[in-house]
């Protein structure tokens, strides 16, 4: 936040770092340039916190925090450059690898050097303009609606500019005026009171993990459609509009098929922009007892998961996680809160802890016929010969819907990075030239 500041403060922004009372609240950076007589206001957000890491799952050479610049994609035979030196002209192939680097520093940078270079024109802007950066937004924005309430007049806008997520896959440039919600839940399954010999209690002692698998298993069909009951019932169904613009986003469905080496992807038949205009259910995890060299032959005493629950228009968080609830109790389970004691685990046959995450938040959409959002999409044309893609949703979350209740201010978003960026995952990387 104080580097961001100082960068900020350098290129003439007015700027200040807004903190709250709360233990372990990162700070909201913000900034401002009024240009008198101006009548309408535009503002700018990114966020600067990232994913957390574990170093060892990076590749041989990287580490996560220390920027690292390559020829091309590590996988597909890219190298690093050493004392990462850059050319005069940076080769469309180079990337910088580090964790943050396209989620979402590229977007704080972008934005920072997008001003400066403006200024630099010699150009008088005719609007004023006004800049937030979070340190919250991978941990579900807790606090952002608490900043958001106590300075609503200052972060008035007519528009904000989400700059977040990457391009188009077919490198297009795009406005998107979306996002799915989320919400994220723990489950842990029981068993026996602590862990037990595999050969003699093999047989008779039920294994957590079996369990936990078959749970989660019945969960989705072969097809990987959900078949938890009244999972999509409350979707809000596209408008005529948004049906349209879908029709004419290109179709990527072979790229990513050739690129992930995935020939049969879920979705039973539908094309890949419909399913993400839809609620998931993911698996972040599972974890039950060890593997690999510390694998011991044991029947584990419980049995872990993480679920991932992106929502879109028409979902709650309550009402996601519950679905989920009582889809686990007609399972036969008595589903908890905490951790049970002796005397519910001999009065429950199956006994399940399922809880909520804290961060949750549900979906937003903008209105594609929004005057502003137009003028935004006119501006990106400038930038590129191909048509901008209007996309009604994004697959990835981010907490607008504070932007449109707490502001009263509409977002929209503006990818920059490249889509195989492997953002919250290891080797995390972005490409230079859509810089």
Known sequence: AAFIKNMMQQRGIKTEVLTLPVK???????????????????????????????????????????????????DRGGKMIENNTLPAKVPDTWRIY??????????????????????????MPKA???????????????????????????????????????????????????????????LTVYASARPLHSGNYGNWAPNP???????????????????IPGFYDDVVPLTAEEKEAIKNIPDVTATLRDELAMISPDGDGRNFQELLNIPTLNINGIAAANVGSMASNIIPAEAKAVLDMR??????????????????????????DHDPSMEE??????????????????????????????????????????????????????PLYIFETILQSPPVTIGIVNYDNNQHAENENVLIKYL
């Open 24 to 74: 372990g609240a990162s700070p909201l950076v913000y900034g401002e340039v009024l240009v008198p007589g101006a009548t309408t206001t535009i503002g700018f957000y990114a966020h600067y916190d990232g994913q957390p890491v574990n170093p060892a799952q990076w590749a041989k050479g990287l580490e996560p925090f220390k920027p690292q610049l390559t020829t091309d994609r590590l």
């Open 98 to 123: 580090g964790r943050g680097s396209s989620d979402d520093k590229a977007g704080v940078f972008a934005i920072i050097a997008a001003y400066e270079m403006f200024t630099k024109s010699g150009k």
């Open 128 to 186: 004023n303009f006004k800049f937030i950066f979070e340190g919250e937004e991978e941990a579900g924005s807790v606090n952002l609606g608490q900043y958001f309430n106590q300075h609503q007049s200052k972060l008035k806008t007519d528009l904000w500019i989400i700059c977040d997520g990457p391009r188009h896959v077919s490198g297009r440039k795009q406005l998107v005026f979306g996002v799915r919600g989320d919400v994220n839940a723990d």
């Open 209 to 227: 993990a079996m369990r936990l698998a078959q749970l989660l298993a019945g969960m989705k069909d072969e097809k990987g459609m959900v078949t």
């Open 311 to 336: 929502l879109v228009k028409g979902n709650t968080v309550e009402g996601q996680f519950n679905k989920v609830k009582r889809y686990i109790e007609s399972k036969g389970y008595h589903v908890l």
């Open 345 to 398: 685990r001999k009065q429950y046959p199956l006994i399940a802890k399922f809880t909520m995450r804290s961060g949750g938040y549900p979906a937003q959409k903008t209105s594609m016929s929004l005057p502003m959002a137009a003028k935004v999409i006119a501006a990106i044309q400038t930038t590129t010969p191909d048509p901008v893609i209007k996309q009604p949703t994004v697959g990835g979350s981010l």
